[in-house]
Each structure stands twice: as structure tokens, then as C-alpha cells.
């Protein structure tokens, strides 16, 4: 399980995700509703994130593909 950030809105989520997977849609779609769920807001990176993650980074590979990888 990993927590992502967002220390602008001052929220954080949990994903059932290690390192090396590629999050599904539903997580995706979770963490960007949850960190910050305003509409057009630029905060954030691919999945809301902003901040330092722990140890982590969210790196998107095409629009719909996001994977975590080691920072």
C-alpha cells in the first residue's frame, strides 16, 4: 500500500499499489477525486500528487497509463 499526498489541499490517499504497477482506472480516477476534486485545479502531478511522496513517484507513460516507480 502506498499514500500519495497533495500538500497544497492538505489531503492524502491510500492505493493498494508497490512499486513497478501500473494503477488501474478506478485508482486513478480515486486518487485525482480525492486529493483534489476541483475541476480544471493544476496543483498537482498525474494523480493529484504534489509535494514529497515517500520514496515514490507517479509516472505517467501515456494519458490513461500511470506507474509507480522508485524516486
Known sequence: MIIIRNDFHGTAVRLFAHIGDELSEAQIRRSRRVLCGIAN????????ERGPQDGFAAVQIDHDRIVIQEA
Open 41 to 48: 485545479c493544476t496543483c498537482g502531478g498525474p494523480l493529484g
